[in-house]
């Protein structure tokens, strides 16, 4: 199984801000993702986090908004930014492997924009 | 159209009961994986059970069951003995593809089935 770490856990942030998660993966993982689930929604997949390369984002998303960084198997990072209160959100990376039948969550950051 | 839909939005059992919650998919592919995931109110997803399309036998995780019905493209999860610890969201999603393609590991999800166990 493979442990993954969210940081921050909560947030509350300002409008027009920026806020960076982090996620890191406890052992080497092929695959991981963003995820997003507004209040009482279900989740919807952000992007694909490539390592060394540009993340492929879902239709509805774009980088400028959602710049996303995977500098090596084990950790990424999602910035949300320009924040509106549209954003308050759980953000939730995931990853698993291309062997593995198991995709694993992290604990999900809450973002409360203000 | 949905892929994945979960037709009951709220369930109750009694405590050490059994509980069904079902789940319904759509995909042309023949290699596919059907997963139920736990959300409590804390927001994290715990990863309960998979299924895969190949697989002949229904997949089994301690109290959780998956009952896998491919010609009716169902895959309803079974809680036996529910506890108080099982009151939660419930999430049934899938992955399609093979291992190596570029949607492989993403997942689509239904809407969520919240279970409440009462004592």
């Known amino acids: 199984s493979a442990v993954i770490s969210q940081k921050p856990s909560r947030d509350i942030c300002q409008r027009g801000t920026s806020l960076t998660i982090q996620c890191q993966v406890d052992s080497q993982v092929t695959m991981m993702f963003w995820y997003r689930q507004q209040p009482g929604q279900s989740l919807t997949l952000i992007a694909t986090a490539n390592q060394g390369s540009e993340a492929t984002y879902e239709s509805g998303f774009v980088i400028d908004k959602f710049p996303i960084s995977r500098p090596n198997l084990t950790f990424s990072t999602l910035t949300v930014s320009n924040m509106s209160p549209e954003d308050s959100s759980i953000y939730l990376c995931?990853?698993?492997?291309?062997?593995?039948?198991?995709?694993?969550f992290g604990e999900g950051s809450w973002l409360t924009v203000v | 159209a949905q892929k994945i839909t979960q037709t009951q939005p709220g369930m109750f059992v009694q405590e050490k009961e059994a509980v069904t919650l079902d789940c319904t998919y759509d995909t042309s592919d023949q290699s596919y994986g059907l997963f139920w995931y736990k959300q409590p109110s804390s927001g994290e997803m715990i990863f309960l059970i998979y299924q895969g399309s190949y697989d002949e036998q229904n997949a089994t995780e301690g109290r959780y069951s998956l009952n896998f019905q491919k010609a009716r493209k169902s895959a309803n999860l079974v809680i036996s003995a529910s506890q108080l610890g099982d009151s939660a969201m419930y999430f049934c999603?899938?992955?399609?593809?093979?291992?190596?393609?570029?949607?492989?590991?993403?997942?689509?999800f239904g809407q969520g089935t919240i279970l409440t166990v009462h004592p």
């Open positions: 995931s990853a698993g492997r291309w062997q593995g039948d198991t995709i694993y």
């Open positions: 999603a899938m992955r399609e593809g093979r291992a190596g393609g570029t949607s492989y590991g993403k997942l689509t």
